[in-house]
C-alpha cells in the first residue's frame, strides 16, 4: 500500500508543474498531506527545485529545430528521467520510514490511554524515575566578611538568620560549610574603608585578602570564591569609577574601572582565592581580568563570570548586607534589562570569549528561562545566584506561618537545579544541606 502511495506521490511531483496548471495536483496532494505534514515540506522543496532548474531553463532557452530537436528530446528525457528517479528515490524514503517515524512517536508522545499516575504511586517508584536530584556540593554559600573585629557579628534585618562577619566567625562559618560537604562559599567585603574609586578592594590587608588567606590556611580543602566588585569599597556605592558628565549628569568610567578590576582580582588571587567571581558587569573585565592572571602565573585560576546579572529589583535586602546601596541614581547604565533574553546570551557568548570558565546567571528564579537557554545554548558549566530578595520572601512568608519554610526552600533549589544551572549559590546553602543529609 505504501509502494503505491509513494509511487502516486512521485509521479504528482514529476509532473506537479504541468498538473498544478489545471488545478488538479492540489486536491490530491493535500490528501497525502493530510496524512503526513512533513510531505508537504517535502513536496514544497521538490517543486522549488524544479521551478529553479525551469527558471535556469528559460533564461537561456533556444527553439530547437530540425536534428536539434531529436537531440534536444533525448537530452530532455534523460534530465527527465534522472530527475524522476532522484525524486521518486526521495519521496518513497519519506513515505516508508518519515511517516513510520512520526507514527510511532506519535503513539509514545501522545498515549490516549495512559494513566501517568502509575510512575507516582509510591515512593519507590518516584525516586526510580526522578530526574533531578540536589547534592550539597551544588551549593556555594555567601559570606559577608566584615572588617570591624574579628569577633564581629550583625544580623542583617531583612535576612533573618544571615550575618556580617568578623574573621573569628568566618572561619568558623567556613568550617561548617566544609563539614556540610558544601561546593564553597563566596566571600563578599564590608567595610568602611571606602573612597571615590574603591581603591581598598586591592588592599592586600583587606578583609577579603585577609579572610580567604586564613580560610585557606586553615581549611584548605574548602573551595572560596570571591568578589569581585567596586560597589562594597566606593564611597557613592556604585561598581564602578564615576566620571562626571559635561551636561551635569554621571557615568562609570568603563575602561578605568576594570584596570581597577584587575588589581583586585590580582590581589584575591595572591591571598589564596580559589575562583574568581566578577560580579560589575563591566564590558571588557573577564578578557583583561584573564590576561592578568595568565601574566602572573595563576593560569590555572578558574574565573566565574556574573555574565548575565539583571537590573533586579529582588538585590534590596543583599545591599543592606554588604552596605553598597547607591547613593544617587541606580545600575541600568550596566546591569540588564529584565525584558531581554537576547542581549544574555550575546554576553554570555562574549564572556566565554573572554574567558570566563563559569557562567552565572543572577537572580535565578525569575530567570529561569534565562538559565535554561544558557544550558542550550553553550556547553559551560551555568551558575545561578538565588539572590537576597529570593530568600528574604520566603523566611517571611514562613514567618508570617503563610509557607512552609522547608518544602519551599527545597523546591525552589530543586527547581533552579532543573532549570539547567549545576552551580547555585544560596543563602540556604547550610539548611539545605543538613535536609539533605537526613
Ligand atoms: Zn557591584
Not at 525516586?127 to 570591624?148: G, M, Q, T, W, Y
Amino acid at each position: 500500500m505504501k509502494i503505491v502511495f509513494g509511487v502516486i506521490l512521485s509521479a504528482i511531483i514529476w509532473f506537479g508543474d504541468d498538473i498544478r496548471k489545471n488545478n488538479f495536483a492540489r486536491p490530491a496532494f493535500s490528501v497525502f498531506v493530510e496524512r503526513d505534514p512533513r510531505l508537504l515540506m517535502i513536496g514544497a522543496q521538490t517543486a522549488g527545485k524544479e521551478k529553479q532548474g525551469k527558471k535556469r531553463r528559460n533564461g537561456n532557452s533556444r527553439k530547437p529545430t530540425g536534428g536539434g530537436l531529436l537531440f534536444h528530446l533525448y537530452k530532455n528525457t534523460k534530465k527527465r528521467a534522472i530527475r524522476f528517479l532522484s525524486h521518486s528515490g526521495m519521496t518513497l524514503f519519506a513515505t516508508l520510514f518519515t511517516t513510520e517515524e512520526m507514527n510511532y512517536q506519535n503513539e509514545i508522545n501522545i498515549p490516549s490511554d495512559s494513566r501517568t499516575r502509575r510512575t507516582r504511586m509510591t515512593e519507590p517508584i518516584r525516586l526510580l524515575v526522578r530526574e533531578n536530584e540536589l547534592r550539597p556540593h551544588d551549593f556555594i554559600l555567601p559570606l559577608f566578611a566584615s572588617d570591624k573585629s574579628a569577633a564581629y557579628r550583625h544580623e542583617i534585618s531583612s535576612m533573618p538568620g544571615v550575618y556580617q562577619l568578623g574573621l573569628d566567625n568566618i572561619l568558623r562559618e567556613s568550617e561548617r560549610a566544609l563539614e556540610a560537604k558544601l561546593g564553597g562559599i563566596i566571600l563578599f567585603g564590608v567595610t568602611d574603608d571606602k573612597d571615590e574609586t574603591g581603591s581598598s578592594a586591592h588592599n592586600e590587608f583587606g578583609i577579603i585578602q585577609q579572610s580567604s588567606r586564613e580560610i585557606k590556611k586553615r581549611f584548605p580543602e574548602l573551595l572560596v570564591a570571591t568578589d569581585v566588585c567596586l560597589c562594597e569599597y566606593t564611597s557613592h556605592g556604585h561598581c564602578g569609577i564615576i566620571k562626571e558628565k559635561e551636561n551635569g549628569g554621571f557615568e562609570i568610567d568603563n575602561d578605568e574601572t576594570v584596570e581597577q578590576l584587575v588589581s583586585e582580582a590580582l590581589s584575591h588571587a595572591e591571598a589564596g582565592s580559589d575562583l574568581i567571581s566578577p560580579s560589575d558587569m563591566m564590558d571588557g573585565r573577564i578578557g583583561a581580568i584573564r590576561d592578568a592572571l595568565d601574566e602572573n602565573c595563576f593560569e590555572n585560576l578558574p574565573i566565574m563570570s556574573y555574565a548575565a546579572k539583571y537590573a533586579s529589583g529582588f538585590y534590596g535586602p543583599f545591599r543592606e548586607a554588604a552596605g553598597s546601596s547607591p547613593s544617587f541614581g541606580d545600575r541600568r547604565s550596566h546591569q540588564m534589562d529584565p525584558a531581554n533574553s537576547d542581549e544574555a546570551m550575546r554576553v554570555i557568548e562574549r564572556d566565554i570569549r573572554e574567558g570566563a570558565d563559569i557562567i552565572m546567571v543572577k537572580p535565578a528564579m525569575s530567570y529561569l528561562d534565562i538559565v535554561r537557554r544558557a544550558k542550550d545554548e553553550f556547553t559551560i558549566p551555568v551558575a545561578a545566584y538565588q539572590v537576597s530578595g529570593e530568600f528574604s520572601m520566603i523566611k517571611a512568608a514562613a514567618t508570617n506561618g503563610w509557607l512552609d519554610e522547608e518544602s519551599v526552600m527545597m523546591e525552589s533549589l530543586l527547581c533552579i537545579k532543573r532549570a539547567g544551572a549545576s552551580i547555585i549559590l544560596t543563602y540556604f546553602a547550610l539548611d539545605a544541606a543538613k535536609i539533605l543529609k537526613q
